[in-house]
């Protein structure tokens, strides 16, 4: 099996897995993480599968993240936290579990707990609604 037919990210980019989806380019596509760290925690991935910075091209780097850049500003209008994590890992030992490059966009609370990674589902109609709020504050 190549990557691309094994990786989730894959498929929700051609449509075959769900996700809330906020947002898509010509080559970025930005959506809920399905297991929060925190109410708000959005993906940014290039549509085409590469696993980290190492493999990332020159043509859908930028892309992904000006898309990042537009995505939390929307998040920051939305959902007023008070600070914004944006976190790129690059392989397990740093922390990166889905092998396919995304960045992480992670609203913050002063004072809330620090981690990356939720360990619990989200609603998937939560996190429809959410992504529908920040959408609409997109420019
Ligand atoms: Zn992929």
Same mark, same amino acid.
């Given at each position: 099996m190549s990557p691309e037919t094994a990786c989730i990210f894959c498929h929700i980019v051609a449509g075959r897995a769900p996700a809330a989806k906020i947002v898509e380019t010509e080559h970025a596509l930005a959506f809920l993480d399905l297991f929060p760290s925190t109410d708000g925690?959005?993906?940014?991935i290039p549509k085409r599968h590469y696993e980290n910075l190492f493999?990332?091209?020159e043509?859908?780097?930028?892309e992904v993240h000006l898309l #990042?850049? !537009?995505? $939390?500003? #929307?998040? !920051?209008? $939305?959902? #007023?936290p008070?600070?914004?994590m #944006?976190?790129?890992l690059n392989g397990a030992a740093a922390g990166q579990?889905?092998?396919?490059?995304h960045t992480h966009l992670i609203p913050r609370r002063a004072g809330s707990e620090l981690r990356i990674h939720?360990?619990?589902q989200a609603d998937p109609a939560h996190l429809a609604a959410l992504a529908a709020r920040i959408g609409a504050e997109l420019e």
């Open positions: 925690h959005t993906l940014v493999e990332a091209d043509e859908t780097l930028p #990042a850049r !537009r995505v $939390a500003r #929307a998040m !920051r209008q $939305a959902l #007023a008070d600070g914004m #944006a976190l790129q579990t889905v092998f396919h490059y939720g360990r619990e």
